[in-house]
């Protein structure tokens, strides 16, 4: 059973930083593609980091996080960060760690609980 758990998360000022992790257990972060999403009040959730191909250790950023976000893994721990940095009101949300498996021919999410993330002076 694939289980994923975010910690990190935290109240930062502006131009602060801090570092997310997942915990991931039941699959190998080494071998899956995962991401990290987000989702502010009253807003869609949003992709906002993800490696996209762990042999490759391939990764994507938005726009808004590239040069600020950095996202990576350590396979010994079957863990997943976000080092956040230069962070901006706008950065505001609960913070969501993700995985894909395909399982009988379809794609399922796997989420963890989320940690809030609030950047305010």
Known sequence: QV????????????GGSLRLS??????????NAMGWYRQAPGKQ???VAAIISPTSNITSYI???????????DNAKNTVY???????PDD???YYCNTK?????????????GTQVTVSS
């Open 3 to 14: 289980q994923l758990v975010e910690s990190g998360g935290g109240l930062v000022q502006p």
């Open 22 to 31: 997942c915990e991931v257990s039941g699959i190998f972060v080494r071998t």
């Open 45 to 47: 959730r949003e992709v």
């Open 63 to 73: 726009d808004s996080v590239k040069g600020r976000f950095t996202i990576s893994r």
């Open 82 to 88: 976000l080092q956040m940095n230069s962070l901006k």
């Open 92 to 94: 505001t949300a609960v």
């Open 101 to 113: 498996q395909l399982l009988n021919g379809k794609f399922v999410d796997y989420w963890g609980q």
